[in-house]
């Protein structure tokens, strides 16, 4: 598997607990339970990211602004995740920095699956993309 793949992996989930989260509402249980997945998913996923995606692509210079770029939205949503779990679920606020919060994660994925892969698929070398995977998804299951 390439870095790649598993990247697109996590992100499909990513995509479905935001799609599960926007169709509860309230303070119930179950929104609690997926934005607890959701929030555990996006901090382990970006340390992983990071860790064996962006840092290597920093040390080329056709792909270090677009690591920096997404470091620089990973801690947007961190900052989106803080707010929430200050704010009552059950209150609107939280819905409406929620829709937030998944805007700013899907802008975030679809920019990485777009463009970011294309030049990153340029940049790292078929080895490199299969090392990084089986790094990112050694962490991702620690």
Do not use: C, N
Not at 50 to 67: G, K, N, V, W
Not at 113 to 138: H, M, N, P, V, W
Request: no cysteine; charged share 35%; hydrophobic share 35%.
């Amino acid at each position: 598997m390439k870095i790649f793949e598993a990247l697109r992996k996590d992100h499909d989930k990513q995509r479905a607990l935001i799609k599960l989260l926007l169709e509860t509402s309230g303070d119930t249980s179950v929104r609690d339970e997926y934005f607890t997945q959701l929030k555990e998913e996006l901090e382990s996923h970006a340390i992983a990211e990071e860790r064996h995606f962006y840092a290597p692509l920093m040390q080329a210079d056709d792909t270090i602004e677009l690591s920096r770029h997404g470091i620089a939205e990973h801690h947007e949503i961190d900052e989106f995740i803080a707010t929430l779990e200050d704010t009552e679920k059950s209150s609107p606020a939280w819905l409406s920095t929620f829709k937030k919060l998944a805007e700013k994660v899907e802008h975030h994925l679809a920019e990485e699956e777009r463009e970011f892969f294309q030049q990153a698929g340029k940049t790292l070398s078929e080895q490199d993309k299969s090392k990084l995977a089986s790094k990112y998804i050694a962490e991702m299951d620690a």
